[in-house]
């Protein structure tokens, strides 16, 4: 099987969660599209105190090794272009601590899918060199990592206009 359908992801809770709820089935980039659906939990955890949502990076992160292992394996693929939840870690990553508004998402967002687009060095590597579930995961958690750093850099900055 190399490409499931909305069937098989409702009954199998591997195939659900990596591909992002479905978003990962989007026939045009599902990366993006899984990134997108990962803004309104965001919106839901954005208020969290620092400590709780790095929990949540730490265990959806945890998750995602072992959901995208698993996914990944039964359709017979290393990284199928429907797997999307490391684009929500990243994704989340990006946004730890970020500033509050609409605004501060949407360049959020923008980070995150250049550098997990462009993959810059070590990104590409890892995307090249370790695979399995942890390898899924680890070339996001990096983009979103470069992304976070940007963003805040850019708040930073911001503050002083």
Known sequence: MNNPHWKQLLRNPDHFFAFGFGSGLSPKAPGTVGT?????????????AWPVYLSWLLVTFALGVYWCERSSKA??????GGIVWDEFVGFWVTMFMAPA???????GFVLFRFFDILKP???N????K???GF???ID???AGIYALLVLQLIAYFVRFL
């Open 101 to 107: 508004g609409w605004q501060w998402v949407l360049v």
């Open 75 to 80: 359709l017979g693929v290393h990284d199928h």
């Open 121 to 123: 060095w070590p990104i």
């Open 36 to 48: 997108l659906v990962a803004i309104p939990i965001f919106l839901l955890l954005q208020h969290l």
């Open 125 to 128: 590597w890892l995307d090249k």
């Open 140 to 142: 996001d958690l990096l």
């Open 130 to 132: 370790v695979h399995g």
């Open 135 to 137: 390898g899924i995961m």
